[in-house]
Nanobody, 122 residues
Framework: QVQLGESGGGLVQPGGSLTLSCAAS????????MGWFRQASEKQRELVAT???????NYAGSVKGRFTISRDKGKNTVTLQMNSLKPEDTAVYYC????????????????WGQGTQVTVSS
């Protein structure tokens, strides 16, 4: 029905950069919010950055000023530009979308990507 495809993870040295991309596909009427969460080993999943349909971004305090989220509504994609990466950024990153699949829906459903590994190590 709805799938989130992720790309861009990998291994990078501290201070380096990576770009994560996510594309939503399927029977989608409207996407309210798209963004990224992450989960490090032995830790809870946490918000990294999201952006609403109106273009309002929301960043975790630990990444603000280093990461930039952007959205292409026409392509149902979201991109996370990650700069000045730190070892503490190492985690599995999950794409997230809240959306409705028809105009009759009054509540958004949440969807998750399969996750992509980001490792920051010297």
């Amino acid at each position: 029905q709805v799938q989130l495809g992720e790309s861009g993870g990998g291994l990078v040295q501290p201070g380096g950069s990576l770009t994560l991309s996510c594309a939503a596909s399927g029977s989608i009427w409207h996407i309210n919010t798209m963004g990224w969460f992450r989960q490090a080993s032995e830790k809870q999943r946490e918000l990294v950055a999201t952006v609403t349909s109106g273009g309002s971004p929301n960043y975790a305090g630990s990444v603000k000023g280093r990461f930039t989220i952007s959205r292409d509504k026409g392509k149902n994609t979201v991109t996370l530009q990650m700069n000045s990466l730190k070892p503490e950024d190492t985690a599995v990153y999950y794409c997230y979308a809240s959306l409705i699949t028809s105009p009759t829906m009054s509540i958004f459903d949440s969807y998750w990507g399969q996750g992509t590994q980001v490792t920051v190590s010297s």
